[in-house]
């Protein structure tokens, strides 16, 4: 007997674990990767962003640990769901990552042969960025700080499976979306390129080169340990290093919480965000005002005709710079070192006319990547209509009961 519920639209919800075409819902190995030579690539959180997954250098794990952690080899046509942080963010595993494992940080979503060919992996994975199941999955989770989803709860989730017209008119329309972005990306990303390798050639000019520390071109802040809420300031966006280095363009235009604090920790639009791994440094121009968090780096440009060149410079750097963090595993940068670094700076007239080449460039990546939130949007708007029926929501369908399903 199915386990579902069928609401006034005809449209029929299962729980996850229920849901015809689902094999198992389960989680990653325990421990984290490493840089294993010959080892298998492991998917970690991180790895998973909007709806994609984007993977430049991946941990592994040994032969060993894969064929011990059978449950969360990946298949093509599967779906990964982050458990921990911004739980509920998913995608589909393309071939690219079939053979690969998983890590604890991660729900792996195994298909059934019947429901590959359906592409339920799709559909669940495009259900889970609707505003409904993003909600529901924050509510169950647990933890203060961060957020974290057990599999047992998201098992609970409830799925929609519209009739066949809805269905094939709403994916339709998500994987035009989907596709329309993913060429906004493709710009974004040969933008920002082209505009590093500019910056890679000058070097090669006869500029006259000149170094000074980073203090007395820019004023350098600190992140907040922790946001200190004040009723009477308005709202303002809470960066975390996370979202600075999942960013996949050097423009951050969105956070996900926003808090009330005092504007004498707000950094301004056009400042850069420095955050830190122990491989390296990732650092972005914030176009929203924002109060980075602990272990985080703001660089505010005393003039706006230096930003790019500035923005240029640190990234060039990345690897370097790492050496100015400390603290726990290397991620926490020290100001009063990593002001004292010095930076490449040409006279004016030189760094303004790199900016006139490479400025452009960003801007028309900002435009891509701000026509992808509209796009979003859109995408949102098309699951408007489809909220969980509350006797779902609220309790767990039992198979044997026969009052448990509507037709």
Request: glycine share 6%.
């Amino acid at each position: 007997m199915d386990r579902r519920v069928v609401d006034e639209r005809g449209c029929a919800w299962y729980r996850f674990g229920t849901l015809p075409g689902v094999a198992s819902i389960t989680y990653g190995v325990d421990r984290a990767g490493s840089n294993l030579q010959g080892g298998v690539p492991l998917l970690q959180a991180g790895h998973i962003n909007d709806g994609r997954i984007r993977v430049h250098q991946p941990a592994s794990i040994s032969q060993e640990e894969h064929a011990a952690c059978t449950r969360s080899w990946l298949h093509a046509g599967d779906v990964v769901i982050v458990l921990v942080g911004r739980v509920g963010d998913a995608a589909v595993v393309t071939p690219e990552e079939h053979d690969w494992n998983a890590a604890r940080s991660v729900g792996v979503v195994t298909c059934t042969e019947e429901g590959r060919r359906d592409s339920i992996g799709s559909w669940v994975s495009f259900w889970l960025r609707s505003p409904a199941a993003r909600a529901w999955c924050l509510e169950h989770s647990a933890g203060t700080a961060r957020a974290s989803l057990s599999v047992t709860a998201l098992r609970d989730l409830p799925v929609p499976i519209p009739p066949t017209a809805d269905r094939v008119r709403i994916q339709s329309l998500l994987n035009v979306i989907d596709g329309k972005k993913a060429i906004n990306e493709r710009i974004a990303e040969c933008a920002v390129k082209l505009a590093d390798a500019y910056f890679a050639e000058i070097p090669a000019t006869d500029l006259p080169w000149g170094r000074t520390p980073l203090a007395n071109v820019a004023r350098v802040s600190s992140g907040l340990a922790r946001p200190t809420q004040d009723g009477q300031s308005p709202g303002v966006g809470w960066v975390t290093s996370a979202e600075v280095l999942q960013s996949a363009f050097p423009h951050l235009d969105q956070v996900a919480r926003v808090i009330t604090a005092s504007s004498e920790h707000i950094v301004q639009p056009g400042s850069l965000l420095i955050a830190s791994t122990p491989s390296g440094v990732q650092i972005v121009e914030t176009l929203v005002p924002v109060i980075p968090s602990r272990g985080m780096l703001a660089v505010n440009p005393f003039y706006e005709s230096d930003r790019v060149w500035l923005l240029h410079d640190l990234r060039a750097r990345a690897a370097e710079l790492v050496l100015t963090a400390q603290g726990r595993q290397a991620r926490e940068l020290s100001r009063r070192i990593f002001e004292q670094q010095t930076v490449r700076w040409p006279d004016q007239a030189a760094r303004e006319a790199f900016g006139r080449v490479a400025g452009p460039l960003h801007e028309r990546a900002k435009l891509a990547t701000a026509e992808n939130r509209t796009l979003d949007a859109l995408a949102k708007a098309a699951w408007r209509e489809m909220t969980p029926p509350k006797r779902l929501a609220t309790r767990r369908l039992v198979a044997s009961d026969p009052e448990e399903e509507d037709n």
